[in-house]
């Protein structure tokens, strides 16, 4: 099953983040139905560094190609801010397409980026990043290959703005919307009220900003993808 055909079914997808083609297994043998390479994870265990957006993408698609290649469950990968400008996440989207990904997951952060649940992030103009996802759109080859528009202006512009942007991506053409990093369940709940109809992804990281839910919580609040994205680093 395709992942957008999975995410039309009511039930909750749960994608527990890898780092390489063993965890992926992994997770592929635990009977999960899909993954998230995260970036963190792939910095973590590539690199032994920080998620500051130190990962290239030369790195980051041979990664990919690996774990794509090892299971036969949905992989959607961490595209940070698309590496650069519309041209580079044209590039980005191709790449990671060709390399087996069934999603791409781009976010509106400046460069250099950081972890969503780090202080310190800044974002580009919400025009900018519109025409990021247009160029995204533009550059994969098939309308199975999805576009995840990540925002990461609710911790830094504050959350109405947030759900403006994840609006303005959606109409740009993105798939699913990520609003990163509510505080609490009632952010969450705005976040799915706001943006009813449209599939919606939470992280839930350990350590991070956000309250922790249960799986069956964010079902009920709305989501349809939720992210476990360094528990097995952890």
């Known amino acids: 099953m395709g992942l957008r055909e999975r995410l039309g079914r009511g039930e909750i997808l749960v994608a527990p983040g890898v780092y390489d083609a063993l965890t992926a297994r992994l997770v592929e043998s635990a009977g999960f139905e899909a993954a998230y390479l995260s970036g963190a994870g792939v910095s973590y265990s590539h690199l032994a560094q920080p998620d500051v957006g130190l990962v290239t993408l030369p790195e980051m698609t041979e990664r990919l190609r690996c774990v794509a290649g090892r299971?036969?469950?949905p992989i959607v990968a961490d595209g940070d801010n698309g590496h650069g400008n519309a041209m580079n996440v044209m590039r980005t989207v191709a790449l990671f397409e060709a390399a087996g990904a069934a999603a791409v997951q781009l976010e509106d952060q400046t460069f250099p980026k950081r972890c969503g649940h780090l202080d310190g992030k800044s974002v580009i103009p919400a025009a900018e990043m519109v025409g990021k996802i247009r160029a995204a759109c533009?550059?994969?080859?098939?309308?199975?290959?999805l576009i995840v528009a990540r925002t990461d202006a609710a911790s830094i512009l504050g959350l109405d703005e947030a759900i403006a942007r994840a609006r303005a991506y959606r109409e740009a053409g993105a798939d699913v919307l990520f609003?990163?990093?509510p505080r609490v369940g009632a952010e969450l709940l705005a976040v799915s009220r706001a943006l009813a109809g449209v599939?919606?992804?939470?992280?839930?990281v350990e350590g991070g900003k956000t309250e922790l839910l249960d799986n069956a919580e964010l079902q009920e609040l709305g989501y349809r993808i939720v992210l476990y994205p360094n528990s097995l680093v952890r």
């Open 71 to 73: 299971v036969a469950i």
């Open 138 to 145: 533009a550059a994969r080859r098939s309308r199975d290959f």
């Open 179 to 181: 609003v990163e990093s």
């Open 199 to 204: 599939p919606l992804v939470a992280n839930m």
